[in-house]
């Protein structure tokens, strides 16, 4: 196995690690200066703490799934770049390199699993003929974890892909199968929900047409006949949600699902809208589409993710688009009024410190959300003080807020700053090599 990820992790030479009584120092200042705006620190570790945050299972093996095809498994996905060596293999190296992310991760979590992720004991399962039984070893392996599931059917990388259609193609026989999948599905995630309590079984197609479409309404309306018959039935305490797009690769010009279109779908039928940070125009402003939605359904799914230039699916930082998301959340105290989840994936670093790097990032966004003095913004903007609502918003970037995450890290028994790194080094030499 290369070294140079090993010495790039190991950075306790160049980063002195953070002590405990530092972070309990600089805390004790930062509360006094946010108490002074009127904000209670403590009570905001508390509730950030309390968010339930679903983790995705692709990032661990880059979207290849553990589908058994002509007696192994098939490598099939979807497209992930990068070749970082050390991916996981199977479901038990997946479950265990979570376990050991699950050690550098603050608050509550669940684990969020697709389709092609059965494990079928090495015979092969067609998707509309899985079962609860087939993910039966996930669902103990997070009942004795404590982690909720949450699930999604796996339309895509199928012989039965027609022309880039599945519900929504034109041929009978292509639809019925997929209906059959979703269905399937929405029964898996049942079996999940009771055991574990809520899951969201999220439906994402890429159906769509390359250029110049000539019938854009023929395949909605295919789909919304497709999604009916997969919806008819009521699965309670399982939460279906409808995941729209803006396009995909070789679907340029035409998205059959796209926001419009599932947003008034949703509503329509009592589903959860799911609005992926990386599925709109880049200058749209995913923030700004909660108070709307939100004022007509009940519930939203956000993944988290982060576009470069188009849908990209890179690993989620503290960028303006998470943290408009998360202000917009706390703002209009809706952060349990939406699933929180993350979607990416990237081969070329280290998956586990992928998974670390985006899964305090969504935690760390709602907790600097859940710091900022808002109430005094809204005083001002009523009050026709532009000039004051200017300065606090400009006041709050210079606000210590790491000071507080880096406390909220101490209090959960996780690390803190950049002290992670070095645990992930030593899991890559352990464990993570030998599968090299």
Same mark, same amino acid.
């Given at each position: 196995?290369?070294?140079?990820?090993?010495?790039?992790?190991?950075?306790?030479?160049?980063?002195?690690?953070?002590?405990?009584?530092?972070?309990?120092?600089?805390?004790?200042?930062?509360?006094?200066?946010?108490?002074?705006?009127?904000?209670?620190?403590?009570?905001?570790?508390? &509730?950030?703490?309390?968010? %339930?945050?679903?983790?995705?299972? *692709?990032? +661990? !093996?880059?979207? @290849?799934?553990?589908?058994?095809?002509?007696?192994?498994?098939?490598?099939?996905?979807?497209?992930?770049?990068?070749?970082?060596?050390?991916?996981?293999?199977?479901?038990?190296?997946?479950?265990?390199?979570?376990?050991?992310?699950?050690?550098?991760?603050?608050?509550?979590?669940?684990?969020?699993?697709?389709?092609?992720?059965?494990?079928?004991?090495?015979?092969?399962?067609?998707?509309?003929?899985?079962?609860?039984?087939?993910?039966?070893?996930?669902?103990?392996?997070?009942?004795?974890?404590?982690?909720?599931?949450?699930?999604?059917?796996?339309?895509?990388?199928?012989?039965?892909?027609?022309?880039?259609?599945?519900?929504?193609?034109?041929?009978?026989?292509?639809?019925?199968?997929?209906?059959?999948?979703?269905?399937?599905?929405?029964?898996?995630?049942?079996?999940? &929900?009771?055991?574990?309590? %809520?899951?969201?079984?999220?439906? *994402?197609? +890429? !159906?769509?047409? @390359?250029?110049?479409?000539?019938?854009?309404?023929?395949?909605?309306?295919?789909?919304?006949?497709?999604?009916?018959?997969?919806?008819?039935?009521?699965?309670?305490?399982?939460?279906?949600?409808?995941?729209?797009?803006?396009?995909?690769?070789?679907?340029?010009?035409?998205?059959?699902?796209?926001?419009?279109?599932?947003?008034?779908?949703?509503?329509?039928?009592?589903?959860?809208?799911?609005?992926?940070?990386?599925?709109?125009?880049?200058?749209?402003?995913?923030?700004?589409?909660?108070?709307?939605?939100?004022?007509?359904?009940?519930?939203?799914?956000?993944?988290?993710?982060?576009?470069?230039?188009?849908?990209?699916?890179?690993?989620?930082?503290?960028?303006?688009?998470?943290?408009?998301?998360?202000?917009?959340?706390?703002?209009?105290?809706?952060?349990?009024?939406?699933?929180?989840?993350?979607?990416?994936?990237?081969?070329?670093?280290?998956?586990?410190?992928?998974?670390?790097?985006?899964?305090?990032?969504?935690?760390?966004?709602?907790?600097?959300?859940?710091?900022?003095?808002?109430?005094?913004?809204?005083?001002?903007?009523?009050?026709?003080?532009?000039?004051?609502?200017?300065?606090?918003?400009?006041?709050?970037?210079?606000?210590?807020?790491?000071?507080?995450?880096?406390?909220?890290?101490?209090?959960?028994?996780?690390?803190?700053?950049?002290?992670?790194?070095?645990?992930?080094?030593?899991?890559?030499?352990?464990?993570?090599?030998?599968?090299?």
């Amino acid at each position: 196995m290369a070294t140079k990820g090993m010495s790039a992790l190991a950075m306790g030479a160049a980063v002195a690690p953070l002590k405990a009584r530092q972070i309990e120092a600089a805390y004790k200042i930062a509360k006094e200066r946010f108490a002074a705006l009127g904000v209670n620190t403590d009570k905001a570790i508390r &509730a950030a703490l309390a968010v %339930p945050i679903s983790v995705h299972c *692709w990032q +661990a !093996d880059d979207v @290849k799934g553990l589908e058994v095809k002509d007696g192994a498994t098939d490598g099939g996905g979807i497209q992930a770049t990068g070749n970082y060596p050390g991916a996981a293999r199977n479901g038990d190296e997946i479950r265990a390199d979570f376990d050991f992310a699950l050690t550098l991760l603050p608050g509550t979590w669940k684990f969020n699993l697709h389709a092609m992720y059965a494990e079928t004991g090495g015979k092969r399962v067609d998707r509309n003929e899985l079962t609860p039984r087939h993910f039966a070893r996930w669902i103990d392996w997070a009942a004795s974890r404590k982690l909720g599931l949450d699930f999604n059917p796996t339309c895509f990388a199928h012989p039965m892909v027609k022309d880039g259609l599945t519900l929504s193609s034109e041929d009978k026989g292509v639809r019925a199968f997929w209906i059959e999948h979703c269905i399937a599905c929405r029964k898996i995630g049942q079996a999940m &929900a009771r055991r574990l309590g %809520p899951c969201v079984t999220n439906i *994402w197609i +890429a !159906d769509g047409r @390359k250029d110049a479409t000539a019938d854009r309404w023929g395949p909605r309306e295919r789909l919304i006949g497709s999604l009916d018959k997969v919806l008819a039935r009521k699965m309670s305490p399982n939460v279906d949600a409808v995941e729209s797009k803006l396009f995909g690769i070789g679907l340029e010009d035409y998205t059959v699902g796209s926001n419009e279109f599932y947003l008034l779908y949703a509503q329509s039928r009592g589903a959860v809208p799911c609005f992926d940070l990386g599925h709109f125009h880049l200058t749209e402003s995913v923030a700004d589409k909660l108070s709307g939605a939100l004022s007509f359904v009940d519930k939203l799914l956000i993944h988290a993710s982060r576009p470069i230039r188009w849908d990209s699916d890179h690993v989620t930082r503290l960028n303006d688009d998470v943290k408009a998301v998360c202000d917009e959340a706390v703002r209009g105290n809706a952060v349990d009024r939406i699933y929180w989840a993350l979607d990416f994936f990237d081969a070329s670093i280290n998956r586990v410190a992928a998974w670390a790097i985006g899964s305090r990032t969504v935690r760390k966004g709602l907790l600097r959300a859940m710091l900022e003095p808002h109430a005094l913004a809204v005083k001002a903007e009523y009050a026709g003080n532009g000039a004051a609502k200017l300065a606090l918003a400009e006041y709050r970037e210079e606000l210590p807020f790491g000071a507080v995450w880096d406390y909220l890290c101490l209090k959960a028994g996780v690390p803190a700053g950049l002290n992670w790194l070095d645990a992930v080094a030593g899991y890559e030499r352990k464990v993570l090599a030998e599968r090299c």
